[in-house]
């Protein structure tokens, strides 16, 4: 059993390390003032292969493996959330299945511009009636001749109105329930799609959440990701890399955040004696390392091609939970500073809680997680 990065993820890793405090950090303070899409962040991550790590060469990747793409989206998120975030519905839940479910003209046209960061993907599920009840969704898709017309709204989705390119889906057969949601890869251009409201939210300032709207979207068979009816299977298999993606933005707050406490705590221990706070320092290290395993865990399992639902619910889970405690603890224990509007503590606090949220709540990964286990084999 190996825990050790390999010469190349060390490298990687260096290399994202040295971005995320040479350009993001500077850049926070603005995205958190203005809520601006760091445009220029997406592009410098794109011109360094990074939008495309898990993908191959001959796709316009960088033919990294997976682990390779959560130490990115780990380390980013160390210094921003919202960029991390970014790069982890571009990867997990656009370009990859992509690559996995589409025809051949399908990643010729769309996978090398999403790798390369030409494009940047979005995934377009969630709508105001159906959230965790993925099943549950309204959009619908009518068939006409051999083409779809697609009419409803999606909400709270990442990327959208900086996207390219929506993997998004809607109900081509209502009496089939999940069996019958398709997948659409929609232009952002195309017309018939319109960007709504784009929400002011508690954290990940910089990222966009917007509403998206179908009215009258009409689409050539050839836009449908799959078959038809398969959407709902495809949903649910990208997901289980999205919430590793989700799991390892949640690590990087969580890191980010112990970090700010042992410094606190590095300055007062030349002038105090062992008290309550180191205990409590020395508890949330261990869960912080918990976490870590857990996502690297089922990281690994998804590179390997093995089954990792479980896995991968196990580790979103418990380091959204972990990074809300850290953050939480860091807010409280550097006292004024911690509460300071502008401190970096307080963001943290904010943009943690969200990964408690999405990507499937974690009470949904409660159920996923007694459902593997019970489920009869």
Excluded at 34 to 57: Q, S, T, Y
Excluded at 158 to 185: C, I, M, Q
Excluded at 287 to 310: N, P
Aim: hydrophobic share 45%; charged share 25%; net charge neutral.
């Amino acid at each position: 059993m190996e825990f050790r990065l390999t010469k190349e993820q060390e490298e990687l890793q260096l290399a994202v390390r040295h971005f995320a405090e040479t350009e993001v950090v500077p850049a926070v303070t603005r995205m958190e003032k203005e809520e601006r899409f760091p445009n220029e962040l997406v592009a410098g991550m794109a011109a360094r292969g990074w939008m495309g790590i898990p993908i191959a060469k001959q796709w316009g990747g960088m033919g990294g493996d997976f682990i390779s793409y959560i130490v990115a989206i780990h380390e980013i998120s160390k210094a921003s959330a919202a960029l991390g975030v970014i790069l982890s519905v571009h990867s997990s839940v656009c370009t990859l299945p992509i690559l996995k479910h589409g025809t051949e003209a399908q990643r010729n046209r769309y996978v090398s511009k999403l790798a390369k960061g030409e494009w940047l993907g979005a995934f377009a599920l969630t709508e105001p009636h159906a959230g965790s009840d993925a099943a549950s969704i309204r959009t619908v898709a009518e068939k006409d001749g051999g083409h779809y017309v697609l009419n409803g709204a999606k909400l709270f989705i990442t990327n959208a109105g900086a996207a390219d390119v929506y993997l998004a889906f809607a109900v081509s057969d209502p009496e089939k329930r999940a069996k019958g949601v398709t997948a659409f890869l929609i232009d952002n251009a195309a017309p018939g799609v319109q960007v709504g409201l784009k929400e002011r939210k508690m954290g990940l300032h910089g990222s966009n959440t917007c509403e998206l709207i179908f009215d009258g979207l009409r689409l050539p068979e050839s836009q449908v990701l799959g078959k038809a009816g398969e959407g709902f299977a495809i949903a649910m298999g990208s997901l289980d890399g999205g919430r590793i993606g989700i799991a390892a933005q949640a690590l990087g707050i969580a890191e980010a955040a112990l970090r700010l406490i042992e410094e606190r705590f590095r300055i007062r221990s030349s002038r105090s004696a062992f008290t309550p706070q180191h205990a409590e320092l020395a508890e949330l290290t261990v869960i912080a390392e918990a976490a870590r395993l857990l996502v690297y865990r089922a990281a690994w399992l998804r590179q390997e091609g093995e089954a990792c639902t479980k896995e991968a619910s196990m580790a979103k889970l418990f380091a959204s939970d972990t990074a809300v405690q850290i953050a939480g603890a860091a807010v409280r224990l550097l006292g004024l500073e911690g509460c300071s509007e502008s401190s970096t503590a307080e963001r943290l606090f904010r943009d943690a809680k969200v990964t408690q949220i999405y990507e499937g709540t974690n009470e949904i990964h409660r159920i996923v997680i007694s459902g593997q286990l019970l489920r009869a084999e």
